[in-house]
């Protein structure tokens, strides 16, 4: 079963609507809110969310932590802080992995925007979901953890990746030699090979850069050497 996700006293309707992207994005569509400091709905949410309607519409509200998770077996507290409480300490990959081992409902809380969750909100979870971050700087806002956690749980849920952009078949190797031989041509005619003696390995390093993905410093250095080739013949016949 797909996680409960409850933002506890969450303090900005922009906030609420930004984890509700986060969440559906990664299949997410359960959203609990305990005491939001606005009230709800929050007419800030809905901008916010840029089409994550059917989370915010489905987003139930209750007056406490306990309240919000009493029908989940399993409740999971997102902090970067120590909090003088002893609970396992997991990662969100390794909590993504237990919940979906789970039979039974599971809940992640995520705390207020400035403070985070207190320690009683914590006391309430069975287990510590810590992010490994910077500890010079720990600051993620509400919509980046819920990203974070709701990642990690969707990779193991069979989710639908992006649909693939269809790229235009190569072209036959004769349109190929019949560009190059154009190309050959007008350098021929602007005096661009010389000394005679170097015409061979520039051939050579012209055809190489045009029928591979990647270009070297000698190769881009002969790329501007045709491109002034071509100015200065254009300027020659202007005058």
């Known amino acids: 079963m797909n996680p409960v996700i409850v933002l506890v006293r969450p303090q900005l309707g922009e906030n609420i609507g930004k984890a509700a992207r986060a969440m559906l994005n990664f299949g997410l569509a359960e959203m609990r809110l305990v005491a939001p400091r606005d009230g709800w709905p929050n007419p800030s949410a809905g901008p916010a969310a840029s089409g994550a309607d059917v989370v915010l519409e489905r987003a139930q509200v209750f007056g406490s932590v306990a309240e919000a998770v009493a029908d989940c077996g399993q409740v999971y507290a997102t902090t970067v802080r120590k909090r003088g409480v002893t609970k396992p300490v997991v990662t969100p990959e390794t909590a993504a992995r ?21 320690t009683d909100d914590v006391a309430l979870a069975r287990t510590i979901v810590t992010v490994p971050i910077n500890p ?10 819920v990203i974070l956690v709701a990642y990690e749980w969707s990779k193991g849920a069979s989710l639908a990746s992006p649909p693939a952009t269809d790229l235009d078949p190569p072209a036959p190797q004769e349109e190929l030699d019949g560009m190059i031989g154009q190309l050959d041509a007008l350098l021929e005619d602007s005096g661009y090979y010389f000394p005679p003696d170097r015409v061979p390995a520039t051939r050579r390093t012209l055809r190489t850069l045009l029928t591979k993905p990647s270009w070297s410093s000698q190769e881009l250095r002969t790329l501007r050497g045709v491109l002034s080739a071509l100015e200065g013949k254009k300027r020659h016949r202007g005058g």
């Open 98 to 118: 237990e919940i979906r081992a789970a039979s039974e409902r599971s809940a992640i809380l995520f705390g207020p925007e400035r403070s985070g969750l207190e």
């Open 136 to 145: 010079e700087f720990g600051s993620l806002n509400l919509a980046q953890a």
